[in-house]
């Protein structure tokens, strides 16, 4: 990084001098090394973004219990989560994630009210989908690896307290 890779107008009025801005660069360089930008962070959001429907509640993520967590070396450990649950104005959904040894994750799902709802689980290249059972349970048997993102349909059959799809943030597997 250089003085020339600073935002338009940092340096270009006093109190800033060249040393002032050494400074911001070598703490911008200090905060890269020892909390980096996560590396799939970019790619999930872009994801997610891609099923923006104005008309949608978008389920905001209210609950995760995290498995494996620890650190190595310095750095952030890994964390896979086993239990996240979404909530909207008018739904709520718990998802159960289950990693399988070829790679992919199976998902259960419960969401509330649910019965009759249609599940979408957007992936990489395509999209996935279930129905709920009466009592809204659903489950995708082997989810690839990459971002995922749940959007929840209502149908004719569905519970007329959730108006409209619901879609939950973008998540790694």
Partial sequence: MTAHDLP???GETDPLDERDLQILIE????HE????VPPLLAEVVLFGLGAHDSDA????????????AGSRGGTRG??????VTFSSDHLTVMVTLQPRRDGSTRIDGWAAPGGALRAELRVAGGSLEAACDA???FAFESVPAGPTQLVLHPTTESDPSVPAMVITPAVNL
Avoid at 57 to 68: D, I
Wanted: charged share 30%; net charge negative.
């Fill in 8 to 10: 338009e107008g940092i």
């Fill in 57 to 68: 509640e978008l389920a905001r993520l209210v609950e995760s219990e995290m498995v494996g």
């Fill in 33 to 36: 090394l020892l909390d980096p």
């Fill in 27 to 30: 703490l911008a360089e200090v």
């Fill in 78 to 83: 890994v964390e896979h989560a086993r239990t």
């Fill in 135 to 137: 009592s809204g349970r």
